[in-house]
């Protein structure tokens, strides 16, 4: 809880950077995986810090120690969970991350079976899910200059070319939440700042005294929040759900005769419905939009009275959040439609003249 008044852009959580973990350290398995993305070379530095009886940096050590062996991951569900995902969503895409869990496994298993100092414990895939359960979920990505200016390094262009993937401790422990739309201008701050051997956690927005201190770890639909972090929004407003429609004037993404429209955000959506409109009271495109809409919504398998029963009735985490997705879609669903409706009670009423 914020203890007082946190102005926008006030360092509000200062950790010394020698307490962070970074996928470009040295370490003694450094030299054999530098060909791994920086996501895995930070995996492999906890399994090593976790099981290996050598020296470690004592903050990793004790990190590892106490970060849960279950993750709700949605690239660590099975089928038949994933199964779950398709059967409660209406519509549902595949988060693509930057490398193939297993294909990296494997290919850095290839290389370790061939040290005999590397403890046993990093060539078990379980182990290795593990890893990439915490680093998934709990880092962030920025240019290794970064790291080197906050420690004071001699930093060269090159360093800003590298991503690295780093651990922050106890700055990992801050929950997640949207920055609000109208702190989202002229940009977001990002939560990580680093000067002068220390780390800061960074205010997104004004916060007051008593309220919950918070950052938004990226901006992320709910599938991105599953596949990475394990949890959704009930209302997300960077939620997205894609339409496409045939158009000869087309002020988004060109896709030849048709555009992409995303439907995201609670707030934004009235210029897609003014482009609909045509900006002359055009309420033939606002019809046509509301039934294609109300037909998806109406159309889906569950409705959103049978997704909140069923939710009552799902003792299996995973099963739960699949279920909590769905109903996260229909509500952005529904209030597509009422925003529809109102924009044509507008119409009426202006020919009217009510």
């Not at 926008?8 to 200062?14: A, D, L, V, Y």
């Not at 950052?215 to 759900?241: P, S």
């Not at 033939?284 to 109300?294: A, C, I, Q, R, T």
């Amino acid at each position: 809880m914020a203890a007082k008044d946190i102005p926008k852009g006030t360092p509000s959580m200062i950790i010394p950077i020698d307490w962070v973990v970074n996928s470009h350290d040295p370490y003694p398995l450094s030299p054999y995986l530098d060909s791994l993305s920086s996501e895995c070379l930070l995996i492999y530095r906890l399994l090593w810090d976790r099981f290996s009886t050598a020296p470690t940096k004592p903050i990793s050590k004790k990190f590892t120690e106490i970060i849960p062996e279950t993750y709700h991951t949605y690239a660590l569900w099975n089928e038949t969970e994933r199964q779950w995902m398709h059967e409660y969503s209406i519509q549902f895409f595949e988060y693509n991350h930057s490398f193939v869990l297993q294909d990296e496994f494997f290919k850095a298993k290839q290389i370790l079976e061939k040290l005999d100092f590397v403890p046993k414990e990093l060539l078990e895939l379980k182990w290795f899910e593990w890893g990439y359960g915490a680093v998934i979920s709990r880092t962030w990505s920025y240019p290794l200059a970064w790291i080197k200016l906050g420690r004071g390094e001699e930093v060269t262009p090159d360093d800003y070319a590298i991503r690295t993937t780093a651990l922050y401790p106890v700055a990992e422990n801050v929950n997640h939440c949207t920055v609000p739309s109208k702190e989202r201008k002229p940009h977001i701050l990002l939560p990580m700042a680093m000067k002068d051997n220390w780390a800061a956690v960074v205010s997104q927005f004004n916060f007051k005294a008593g309220q919950e201190f918070c950052i938004e770890y990226d901006e992320d639909t709910n599938g991105e929040l599953l596949f990475k972090h394990g949890f959704v929004l009930e209302k997300n407003y960077l939620e997205e759900y894609y339409i496409r429609k045939t158009t000869d004037r087309c002020t988004e993404k060109r896709m030849k005769e048709k555009c992409q429209w995303t439907l995201n955000s609670y707030e934004v959506n009235k210029r897609f419905v003014e482009f609909l409109a045509d900006g002359k009271g055009n309420e033939v495109g606002l019809k046509k939009y509301l039934n294609e809409v109300s037909e998806i919504l109406e159309g889906s398998k569950y409705s959103l009275r049978d997704l909140n029963r069923l939710l009552s009735s799902k003792e299996n985490p995973r099963e739960d959040l699949a279920v909590r997705y769905g109903i996260g879609q229909r509500m952005l669903l529904e209030q597509q439609i009422k925003l529809a409706e109102r924009e044509l009670m507008m119409i009426y009423s202006e020919r009217l003249h009510i």
